[in-house]
């Protein structure tokens, strides 16, 4: 079926402005992962979920940072009052079974989402 | 807390030439480890992984070793090809809570005719 998918691709928006981005994972993924990736870096882990349950959000940067997944599937990671330091790519996967303890299984990743804060 | 250290870029080889790409790791418990290719204009793919000690993963020529006594996860192919032109990143599951990844700052190879 088809993969990750992540919206807006690109988005522009101005200092102080909040913004909300959506993670829609592989159909019936139990897993889904936030990462945020600085240009020349790495992945950085925000937060992840097994079903509606947020497991560990010990990544997000300070409170502005908040994600939901209500129903299990479609998730949204909003950042409130946004500044020039949010800019980056934030990359979105998911798994098929729940992660946790030793276990977690293949992440799938979508094409990740472009925020710039002018 | 966990880090994950790579060899730096870019590396540019020609085409069936040796590569490896170091990877050192710091993590407490029993991580799994993984190294993760992006091909340009794509998203992150898993490429392998091995989740014990001396586990062997591979996948199209690729090989890394899980060496807990170095603390290193190698990236390995005997003959690279034009197409694996790519970044590679390495990257650990936390070894108490599975689902948070740590990652490396990746390592751009390119590959030339």
């Known amino acids: 079926g088809a993969g990750v998918s992540q919206s807006p691709r690109y988005k522009v928006t101005k200092r102080g402005q909040d913004v909300a981005l959506r993670c829609d994972p592989i159909s019936g993924h139990v897993s889904l992962y936030w990462y945020r990736q600085a240009l020349g870096q790495g992945p950085e882990f925000l937060t992840y979920?097994?079903?509606?349950?947020?497991?560990?959000k010990s990544g997000l940067p300070n409170d502005r940072f908040s994600a939901e997944r209500p129903e299990g599937s479609i998730s949204t990671l909003t950042i409130q009052r946004t500044e020039q330091r949010d800019s980056a790519m934030y990359r979105c996967?998911?798994?098929?079974?729940?992660?946790?303890?030793?276990?977690?299984?293949?992440?799938?990743f979508g094409p990740g989402t472009r925020l710039t804060v002018l | 807390g966990n880090s994950v250290t790579q060899m730096e870029g870019p590396v540019t080889l020609s085409e069936e030439a040796f590569l490896t790409i170091n990877c050192t790791y710091t993590a407490t418990g029993y991580p799994s480890l993984f190294w993760y290719v992006q091909y340009p204009g794509e998203g992150l793919q898993l490429l392998l992984k091995?989740?014990?000690?001396?586990d062997k993963g591979s996948n199209k020529g690729f090989e890394a070793t899980y060496r807990k006594e170095t603390t290193s996860f190698h990236l390995e192919k005997g003959s690279v090809q034009v197409s694996d032109s790519a970044v590679y990143f390495c990257a650990l599951s936390d070894g108490t809570n599975a689902g948070k990844s740590t990652f490396g700052d990746g390592t751009t190879l390119t590959v030339k005719p």
């Open positions: 979920f097994n079903y509606e349950a947020q497991q560990d």
């Open positions: 996967a998911s798994s098929l079974s729940a992660s946790g303890g030793l276990s977690t299984d293949t992440q799938y």
């Open positions: 091995a989740t014990k000690a001396d």
